[in-house]
């Protein structure tokens, strides 16, 4: 019997079997920006709780199409500790869509702005690759999209499908609940819960917040 599995969310569907990888829906760049009508969307990251199962990455993967080697999103694992008490952490890189963004203002062109809803976005009709924003980037969340000419690509935090009242593929698939997506501006439930643990001056920094076992050690 052939070995297949399948991952199936909001029309999202892998298939990895003996025939690879399909890509089961049509994910588009965006191309018009959507306006926010005052919405101020952002995702805060609970390392505590990731268990590393990539889901994140996979969801991301269907949702952009990115080409072999490049992610918009990625878990990585690393061993801390010593034995017997040895133990599996996480590390979690994306665009923070900082405040004020450095790729921003490096950019010659103005192909990289800031959206009305405070997200850090790129017209590609600006862009012309000539790669400025991926060095003045302290995250490394930019590269070369060499499927559109080397233009240059990252998360928008899946800004269609939270324009129509989705989540982030990644919010929507992250199986232990570490990826929580919500509105600054009208801020409810866990996610709510979770600003009142960040201070004020971090929360001007940008969109996206990746709270850490360390972050958490120093908040208690």
């Known amino acids: 019997m052939e070995n297949r599995r399948q991952f ?3 029309g999202l569907v892998v298939v990895i079997g003996a025939g690879g990888l399909s890509l089961g829906a049509c994910a588009s760049h965006v191309s018009s920006f959507l306006p926010s009508k005052g919405k101020k969307w952002g995702m805060i990251i609970d390392v505590s709780r990731c268990s590393g199962c990539q889901s994140c990455m996979v969801a991301c993967k269907l949702q952009n199409k990115t080409m072999p080697g490049q ?3 990625t ?3 690393y061993e801390t500790g010593a034995y017997p008490a040895a133990q599996f952490s996480f590390d979690i890189e994306m665009c923070h869509h900082c405040k004020p963004a450095p790729c921003v203002d490096a950019c010659p ?3 990289a702005f800031t959206h009305e809803s405070g997200l850090v ?3 590609w009709n600006l862009c012309d690759g000539n790669g400025a924003c991926i060095d003045a980037c302290p995250f490394d969340a930019r590269f070369h999209d060499i499927r559109f000419s080397g ?3 990252k998360c928008d935090l899946c800004l269609e499908r939270i324009s129509q009242g989705l989540v982030p593929a990644c919010v929507e698939n992250c199986s232990s609940n570490a990826r929580i997506f919500g509105r600054f501006d009208q801020p409810e439930g866990e996610f709510a819960e979770y600003l009142a643990q960040i201070s004020s001056a971090d929360l001007k920094t940008g969109a996206v917040h990746i709270i850490s076992n360390t ?3 120093e908040q208690k």
């Open 8 to 10: 199936i969310k909001n």
């Open 71 to 73: 992610f918009n999103t």
């Open 75 to 77: 878990v990585s694992d």
């Open 109 to 111: 062109t103005g192909a």
């Open 121 to 123: 976005l790129t017209d």
């Open 151 to 153: 233009k240059t690509d």
């Open 215 to 217: 972050t958490k050690k």
